[in-house]
């Protein structure tokens, strides 16, 4: 089934236009653009472009990996005559790395983050008669490492762990017709401890009517709460009850085996007229860490990620389609994970959308730089912030990644200036959600961390066992191993509460083509030889009563990394269900434990 889902699925009106499709599209490889005034030509504009793919995939239809800096898009539309008298706010998922937008020559917005979402309100800027033309100008510097890139190469041919680049528009774009009182921010939070759903409002009002907000929740279509609050000024905030008859707690609670979401409709009233009218959904479910293990809803609960690079062959970040978004979460479940890390991207919301509907648990994690300058911090801190909000409400996310690997902190261990800007993305974070875990740096060179993650590519499960076999194996890794050849552990000492997980693992490749320049890290040469590998390396890590979970490299083959679980067409290498198997075999850790009462992290 190909459902149309909204761009922005938490914050829905059923009118929007589509603004996918063909763009007139030029590079401006000499930056003569501005001083040019291309945004006020169409002459310029020599190629067509399919957004929102980027102009190095094969699906934009231009296909050119070459190093262009400047790009230019145009587009013109006439508008529905049923938007005359709203307001109109232009969106853009994302646009990598910073962006000008003009309508019919005038500059309405600027944004610089190459992952997150920003709008404009056009209303002023919009003829009365006639074609309306958009013109987007983006930036993205194919060789600035002080630039949030994540796995995006910045050599001409890509290397290692790097990957194409996407550059310009790659996510949705689309405009959105509101009244002159409209909502712009739902935000949900929920706490199991009072057994309430805190409901966060703002709206942007042109006008001095009084106004009333009515939220009504709903489980499988049934009602559940009616909440009818009067607004004073233009942000609400409120706690709805879940005490609901004849409907058990169970019922309402949200999991990967049972994803229960609470749909919302939430309507802007003016007496009885209704003003703005929004769909929204939310997941009730705490999360928390306690005595070394992880905590969903009170119970602990063992993690089976996979590592999830993003990247699709014909549209590199962005996705295909749709229905590819879907099939990614269906093909997570039937490979027996219950979560993905996905990796150096901030993901299309729709795919979180589904794995808040399927039951995916997800780690955000942003794009890091590869250099510590000014300029590095205040981009990463900017944009991660703006991830951070965008993704708040979803129930699938459960813990946030501002760096990985050291990546954009390469002297953390010597340079006091590194440790405090890891420290201070960690305590920004929890400032701004107190309800998740947050790892200040993924992998190793724990500073401060929630979550003691664990990079290892040790081919050996023996070699695994050896190092976190128990909780003396893993004292003694800390203490002396290094991993990766990096200091585990920055601090003196271990917080007992840290759950400890293998969060970077196998990586192992089947059978690489002749001439491909990766060979994974460690290689086997049939199908019968990486499933005994396989089954040896995830046994070493769910035996062990000391490991609360983990995260396998990867998903799919990614262009010349060629060890993913599947090809990088999502067709299955091996035996789906034998993997399954695999995956779902019982973890250590868990075996007798009782239940524990969720403690909030503080």
């Known amino acids: 089934m190909n459902e149309n889902i909204h761009p922005r699925p938490q914050l829905a009106r059923g009118q929007w236009l589509d603004l996918n499709g063909p763009w007139d599209f030029a590079y401006d490889d000499q930056n003569e653009g501005l001083d040019k005034c291309w945004q006020l030509r169409e002459d310029i504009y020599n190629k067509t472009i399919q957004v929102p793919f980027p102009p190095e995939s094969q699906a934009s239809g231009i ?26 706010i232009l969106h853009f998922g994302a ?29 002023s800027v919009i003829q009365k008669e006639g074609k309306q033309t958009i013109v987007v100008r983006a930036e993205d510097q194919p060789k600035d490492l002080a630039q949030p890139r994540g796995k995006q190469d910045w050599l001409e041919q890509t290397h290692d762990i790097w990957y194409k680049r996407t550059s310009g528009i790659w996510q949705q774009v689309w405009l959105e017709p509101v009244s002159q009182d409209y909502i712009t921010n739902v935000r949900w939070t929920p706490n199991l401890s009072q057994n309430t759903l805190t409901q966060e409002i703002t709206i942007q009002s042109h006008t001095k009517t009084p106004l009333r907000v009515r939220t009504q929740l709903f489980l499988r279509g049934e009602l559940l709460l009616d909440d009818t609050y009067l607004l004073q000024g233009q942000t609400l905030k409120r706690d709805l009850s879940l005490a609901f008859a004849n409907i058990e707690r169970g019922d ?15 309507t802007l009233l003016e007496d009885d007229k209704i003003v703005d009218q929004v ?18 809803n009170g119970h602990p609960y063992y993690l089976r990620l996979v590592l999830q690079q993003g990247y699709w062959p014909q549209s590199h970040l962005a996705s295909p389609s749709q229905e590819a978004l879907r099939r990614e979460a269906e ?88 440790r405090h800007f890891s420290q201070g993305l960690y305590h920004l974070t929890r400032a701004l959600d107190p309800t998740r875990p947050v790892m200040g740096n993924e992998g190793w060179e724990h500073v ?71 060979y994974g890290y460690g ?44 090809t990088e067409q999502r067709e299955s290498k091996f035996d789906i269900s034998t993997i399954k198997q695999i995956n779902q075999q019982p973890a250590a850790q868990l075996s007798g434990d009782a239940p524990i009462r969720l403690r909030e992290n503080q």
Request: charged content about 20%; overall charge negative; some cysteine.
């Open 63 to 88: 296909a050119d990996t070459g190093y262009h800096p400047y790009l230019w898009y145009r587009r013109t539309l006439n508008l529905p005559a049923a938007y005359n008298g709203k307001r109109l």
């Open 95 to 123: 646009v990598d790395y910073s962006a000008q937008i003009w309508v019919n020559g005038q500059l309405v917005a600027t944004h610089e983050g190459g992952h997150t979402p920003f709008s404009a309100d056009i209303t």
């Open 252 to 266: 309402l609670l949200w999991s990967p085996e049972h994803p229960n979401l609470l749909d919302a409709t939430i």
């Open 279 to 296: 769909q929204s959904y939310a997941g009730i479910r705490g999360i928390g860490t306690q005595n070394g293990r992880f905590l969903l």
């Open 331 to 418: 093909l997570v479940k039937e490979l027996g994970f219950n979560g993905v890390r996905i990796h150096q991207k901030i993901e299309d919301p729709r795919f979180l959308c589904w794995c808040d509907r399927l039951g995916i648990i997800v780690w955000g994690e942003i794009a890091n730089a590869y250099t510590f300058t000014r300029e590095s911090q205040l981009r990463l801190t900017h944009e991660w912030l703006e991830a951070v909000e965008r993704d708040y409400s979803h129930p699938c996310i459960v813990a946030w990644v501002p760096i990985n690997e050291s990546w954009g902190v390469p002297n953390l261990l010597n340079d006091p200036a590194q």
């Open 448 to 518: 401060e961390s929630d979550i003691l993650g664990i990079h290892d590519y040790a081919f050996f499960g023996e070699t695994l066992q050896k190092r976190y076999g128990d909780e003396e194996a893993i004292d003694n890794t800390f203490a002396s191993d290094q991993p990766g050849n990096r200091v585990l552990l920055f601090a003196n000492e271990r917080n007992s509460d840290a759950p400890i997980m293998l969060t970077e693992f196998g990586g192992i490749s089947y059978r690489p083509q002749e001439g491909e320049a990766w």
């Open 523 to 566: 290689t086997v040469t049939t199908r019968e030889a990486y499933l005994a590998k396989y089954r040896e390396l995830i046994n070493s890590v769910l035996t062990s009563p000391a490991i609360a979970g983990f995260c396998y490299t990867q998903f799919t083959d990614t262009e010349q990394e060629r060890n993913g679980l599947l």
